[in-house]
Nanobody, 118 residues
């Protein structure tokens, strides 16, 4: 059974940092690209960051470039998102998702809430 379990969210003030983790099981982690996707209150899903299976190619949406870093540890079956200089507009439910390269993400975690507020 494929499982993705996120953790690390919380309530922080603007300018602070958080590191999200996503532990996966049930498939060969290193064989798949992975994504972080977020959904802000009242808004649709937004792709945030992506990483290939080997971890040597990454990309980020423009709004988080220079602040967020995606990484992975294939030995630990874990995906990370380091978020620095957080802004109120980063407030959202953050999901990790498996990207099989078909244009659709086929497995998702349950999400972890990030709230940035004074």
């Amino acid at each position: 059974e494929v499982q993705l379990v996120e953790s690390g969210g919380g309530l922080v003030r603007p300018g602070e940092s958080l590191r999200l983790s996503c532990v996966v099981s049930g498939f060969t982690f290193s064989s798949y690209s992975m994504r972080w996707v977020r959904q802000a209150p009242g808004k649709g899903l937004e792709w945030v960051s992506a990483i290939n299976g080997g971890g040597d190619r990454v990309s980020h949406v423009d709004s988080v470039k220079g602040r967020f870093t995606i990484s992975r540890d294939n030995a630990k079956n874990t995906l990370y998102l380091q978020m620095n200089s957080l802004k109120p507009e980063d407030t959202a439910l953050y999901y990790c998702a498996r990207d099989p390269g078909t244009g659709l993400y086929d497995y998702w975690g349950q999400g972890t809430q990030v709230t940035v507020s004074t």
